[in-house]
């Protein structure tokens, strides 16, 4: 059942994919946290505990399971965000059409996620432009913005990459080389 749960969330994960869809049930871990969850609720109202020795060895292994899984629910709350927000700019010909910039690295070194947003609500769609780091060999991120009617421009320190956004659907083209 947890899997039926998890698959449309892995789904719109990808490019093109539904945001709230991702945003709810793309969470394998407390998926799998509730699964249990309710494994053990479902064992300790079926089962009979026959002896003390019994019911002695299924506390030791509630507490077992819940200094273990309490912790680890409260660092997928805390670390499930999908990183920091760097930079956010509305298409000004298409407001619903959103360039956001996402810091997703845990570590010192920066990772930049670039997407576009469209649509709003529960029909909105996230559209991976790409992913900017310094061991990628595009060099480092600088900044992504809207540079025409319909087109974003993605500048890293060693390439420029322009990107076409069909005006009805949102959904970017193919990226080219821009000029430096």
């Known amino acids: 059942m947890t899997l039926l749960a998890y698959l449309p969330g892995c789904q719109a994960s990808r490019s093109g994919g539904l945001v709230e869809v991702e945003r709810w049930f793309n969470r394998p871990v407390l998926l799998i946290g509730a699964a249990v969850l309710l494994i ?41 965000e999908d990183g920091r927000a760097v930079d956010r700019k509305a298409d000004p010909n298409h407001p619903d059409h959103v360039l956001t910039a996402t810091d997703i690295a845990f570590s010192i070194d920066p990772v930049y996620r670039v997407e576009l947003l469209t649509g709003s609500g529960w029909s909105a769609r996230h559209w991976d432009l790409g992913v900017w780091e310094e061991a990628g060999g595009r060099g480092f991120f600088k900044s992504a913005k809207w540079s025409g009617a319909d087109e974003i421009t993605v500048f890293a320190e060693k390439e420029t990459t322009v990107f076409t956004v069909d005006p009805v659907s949102g959904r970017p083209g193919e990226p080219r080389a821009g000029a430096r």
Do not use: C, D, K, N
Request: hydrophobic residues 65%; without cysteine.
């Open 40 to 80: 053990v609720v479902s064992v300790v109202v079926e089962f009979e505990f026959r002896s003390r020795w019994s019911q002695i060895g299924f506390a030791a292994v509630l507490v077992a399971l819940g200094f273990v899984g309490l912790p680890i629910a409260l660092l997928s709350f805390a670390m499930g």
